[in-house]
């Protein structure tokens, strides 16, 4: 036994394993933390295979990148160019993001990413390439190559990558020549591409089949190719708008295939009608600044299930939009029709919208039944009319019980609308000629809670006694920017915001607050207040008083809040 131990100890070789008691303490001299994990200059390295070395102004590659990264980012930095020899290292990266640098195709070598086998995300969006990579990983997911100055793709680019989901090119100089036809060969499972913001004059053919989103918007595009889109039956987006768009650029079966198709922007175009052939799954139209002078209910049959219909800026005049044009479209939710030259509310609109609106128009009537048609209306949107109050019908709203957003700022109004709905929470009258109010019009609007009635010609004494009493659920009121001299009296108890800005007050008495207990925001700039206009005690009924702005008085005031709460006045001087 004793001759064994002897020749085990004499023997070369490794030492034999320590004991229990000696693993568990170490010997002196010795520390018990793990190695430091390699990790290169300045850069973090939270997990042993992440490397972050982001917005360091790094010019050069950094090295000591362990061969077990996963994860490296370099964005927001200086590197101009990426040497093969670090990145061939890297075979298990499966991230590389650098975007934000200054990356020439001249410092990106053919062969560059060759060994990044498992590579599934790269960016190298924002950066200076000339023209793209001419070869990718077979295994990428997802690429962003937007914002370069790009003007050629290659076949092997994006072409042969089975798994690829994602090409983002927005924000480059990519014309029709500088895609190749077989540009996305092989990768049949692109759902997103992204070619915005570039130099093509009409939408690419042999685009990916599964694609579900396609932005094609800010380029030159005047026309769709028969056929160009005839095999993305999955599309669900596709944006078009800011382009160069004719009626002769487009045809009956240009979007009759698109059998998913729910949001379609034509915006920005030179279109004089509505297009042919739209699908009955769309859901979203949006054709506003075209050209289009009137709408066809013929054109429109086929997308029945249209909910949000976006025809602003269209020369229609009274003309353009005829009884029963959209007699189709049975769920319309919204229709939004600003500054189209009517002179009226448009006849027989669908019966089940909820928002109508119409700001910017030469409407200058509202008759009795012109919203009748519409009884489920929740917002109304006339703001920028040429409504006057005498030609207004006291019925206009009778029928509306639903709505809860009216808005008629910027008319001829020189009183209150007669026959408001009860449910109104938003009123919206500023920039109107109003001289007046009475608590007729506003009695049963117990669910109002914003008013605005801000750039009138208001003084306190054409405010009639009552008139807020019934404005129970009151939360915000603007009568900024009107002539008044002194605190509006039995304000509602509701109250938190208060403007008042503009005005010619001159004194805020002790009791100006006493039925506002609930005021969180007083507005007082821009009014006659010096610094003895204010009460001392006025504002110590209102402990939740958080902000009181009086600058631009003719002297600096300074506002005294109440114990209770935050000393965040903003009083500054003129």
């Given at each position: 036994?004793?001759?064994?131990?002897?020749?085990?100890?004499?023997?070369?070789?490794?030492?034999?394993?320590?004991?229990?008691?000696?693993?568990?303490?170490?010997?002196?001299?010795?520390?018990?933390?793990?190695?430091?994990?390699?990790?290169?200059?300045?850069?973090?390295?939270?997990?042993?295979?992440?490397?972050?070395?982001?917005?360091?102004?790094?010019?050069?590659?950094?090295?000591?990148?362990?061969?077990?990264?996963?994860?490296?980012?370099?964005?927001?930095?200086?590197?101009?160019?990426?040497?093969?020899?670090?990145?061939?290292?890297?075979?298990?990266?499966?991230?590389?993001?650098?975007?934000?640098?200054?990356?020439?195709?001249?410092?990106?070598?053919?062969?560059?990413?060759?060994?990044?086998?498992?590579?599934?995300?790269?960016?190298?969006?924002?950066?200076?390439?000339?023209?793209?990579?001419?070869?990718?990983?077979?295994?990428?997911?997802?690429?962003?190559?937007?914002a370069n100055q790009m003007t050629e793709i290659f076949p092997l680019t994006f072409g042969e990558k089975p798994a690829l989901r994602a090409?983002?090119?927005?924000?480059?100089?990519?014309?029709?020549?500088?895609?190749?036809?077989?540009?996305?060969?092989?990768?049949?499972?692109?759902?997103?591409?992204?070619?915005?913001?570039?130099?093509?004059?009409?939408?690419?053919?042999?685009?990916?089949?599964?694609?579900?989103?396609?932005?094609?918007?800010?380029?030159?595009?005047?026309?769709?190719?028969?056929?160009?889109?005839?095999?993305?039956?999955?599309?669900?987006?596709?944006?078009?708008?800011?382009?160069?768009?004719?009626?002769?650029?487009?045809?009956?079966?240009?979007?009759?295939?698109?059998?998913?198709?729910?949001?379609?922007?034509?915006?920005?175009?030179?279109?004089?009608?509505?297009?042919?052939?739209?699908?009955?799954?769309?859901?979203?139209?949006?054709?506003?600044?075209?050209?289009?002078?009137?709408?066809?209910?013929?054109?429109?049959?086929?997308?029945?299930?249209?909910?949000?219909?976006?025809?602003?800026?269209?020369?229609?005049?009274?003309?353009?939009?005829?009884?029963?044009?959209?007699?189709?479209?049975?769920?319309?939710?919204?229709?939004?029709?600003?500054?189209?030259?009517?002179?009226?509310?448009?006849?027989?609109?669908?019966?089940?919208?909820?928002?109508?609106?119409?700001?910017?128009?030469?409407?200058?009537?509202?008759?009795?039944?012109?919203?009748?048609?519409?009884?489920?209306?929740?917002?109304?949107n006339l703001a920028y009319n040429r409504l006057a109050s005498a030609h207004v019908h006291p019925r206009a709203f009778r029928r509306l019980?639903?709505?809860?957003?009216?808005?008629?700022?910027?008319?001829?109004?020189?009183?209150?609308?007669?026959?408001?709905?009860?449910?109104?929470?938003?009123?919206?009258?500023?920039?109107?000629?109003?001289?007046?109010?009475?608590?007729?019009?506003?009695?049963?609007?117990?669910?109002?809670?914003?008013?605005?009635?801000?750039?009138?010609?208001?003084?306190?004494?054409?405010?009639?006694?009552?008139?807020?009493?019934?404005?129970?659920?009151?939360?915000?009121?603007?009568?900024?920017?009107?002539?008044?001299?002194?605190?509006?009296?039995?304000?509602?108890?509701?109250?938190?915001?208060?403007?008042?800005?503009?005005?010619?007050?001159?004194?805020?008495?002790?009791?100006?607050?006493?039925?506002?207990?609930?005021?969180?925001?007083?507005?007082?700039?821009?009014?006659?207040?010096?610094?003895?206009?204010?009460?001392?005690?006025?504002?110590?009924?209102?402990?939740?008083?958080?902000?009181?702005?009086?600058?631009?008085?003719?002297?600096?005031?300074?506002?005294?809040?109440?114990?209770?709460?935050?000393?965040?006045?903003?009083?500054?001087?003129?």
């Amino acid at each position: 036994m004793r001759l064994s131990l002897l020749l085990l100890l004499l023997l070369p070789g490794p030492p034999p394993a320590l004991g229990m008691e000696d693993a568990a303490f170490p010997h002196p001299g010795e520390s018990s933390q793990p190695p430091p994990r390699a990790c290169p200059l300045r850069c973090s390295c939270p997990r042993d295979d992440t490397v972050d070395c982001d917005g360091l102004d790094l010019q050069v590659f950094p090295d000591n990148i362990t061969r077990a990264a996963q994860h490296l980012s370099l964005q927001n930095n200086q590197l101009q160019e990426l040497p093969y020899n670090e990145l061939s290292r890297l075979s298990g990266l499966r991230t590389l993001n650098l975007h934000n640098n200054l990356i020439s195709s001249e410092g990106l070598p053919d062969e560059a990413f060759e060994s990044l086998t498992q590579l599934q995300h790269i960016s190298v969006a924002q950066n200076k390439l000339s023209v793209a990579p001419q070869f990718l990983p077979r295994s990428l997911r997802v690429a962003d190559l937007a914002a370069n100055q790009m003007t050629e793709i290659f076949p092997l680019t994006f072409g042969e990558k089975p798994a690829l989901r994602a090409v983002y090119l927005h924000n480059n100089q990519l014309g029709n020549t500088g895609l190749p036809p077989d540009a996305f060969r092989g990768s049949a499972a692109v759902a997103t591409l992204s070619l915005s913001s570039n130099r093509l004059r009409y939408v690419p053919p042999s685009l990916p089949p599964a694609l579900e989103r396609l932005h094609l918007q800010n380029n030159l595009i005047s026309k769709v190719p028969r056929g160009a889109l005839s095999r993305q039956t999955h599309l669900r987006e596709l944006h078009l708008q800011h382009n160069q768009l004719t009626d002769s650029g487009l045809d009956a079966t240009t979007f009759s295939k698109l059998h998913c198709l729910e949001y379609l922007d034509l915006s920005h175009n030179q279109l004089a009608a509505v297009p042919a052939g739209l699908p009955h799954t769309l859901a979203v139209l949006h054709l506003g600044r075209n050209r289009i002078r009137q709408v066809e209910a013929a054109r429109l049959r086929g997308a029945r299930g249209l909910r949000y219909l976006l025809l602003q800026h269209n020369p229609l005049g009274a003309a353009g939009l005829p009884a029963g044009a959209l007699r189709p479209l049975r769920d319309l939710h919204t229709l939004h029709l600003y500054g189209n030259g009517l002179d009226r509310v448009p006849p027989a609109l669908p019966r089940r919208l909820r928002a109508l609106v119409l700001p910017h128009n030469r409407v200058a009537m509202l008759g009795a039944r012109d919203l009748a048609a519409t009884p489920g209306l929740t917002e109304l949107n006339l703001a920028y009319n040429r409504l006057a109050s005498a030609h207004v019908h006291p019925r206009a709203f009778r029928r509306l019980r639903a709505l809860r957003s009216l808005d008629l700022a910027g008319n001829q109004l020189t009183r209150l609308p007669a026959g408001l709905p009860a449910g109104l929470h938003t009123l919206r009258l500023q920039r109107n000629q109003l001289r007046a109010l009475e608590p007729e019009p506003l009695a049963g609007l117990d669910q109002l809670r914003d008013l605005s009635l801000a750039h009138n010609q208001l003084r306190v004494g054409d405010i009639g006694p009552g008139t807020w009493h019934e404005l129970q659920a009151l939360q915000v009121l603007d009568l900024s920017h009107n002539q008044l001299s002194f605190m509006p009296p039995d304000l509602p108890e509701a109250l938190e915001e208060l403007h008042l800005q503009g005005n010619r007050i001159s004194y805020v008495g002790p009791e100006a607050f006493l039925s506002t207990p609930r005021l969180r925001a007083l507005f007082l700039r821009a009014n006659r207040l010096h610094v003895t206009s204010i009460a001392p005690e006025a504002f110590l009924g209102l402990p939740h008083l958080r902000v009181v702005d009086t600058a631009g008085n003719p002297e600096q005031v300074l506002v005294r809040l109440p114990p209770t709460a935050p000393r965040r006045p903003r009083a500054e001087g003129p």
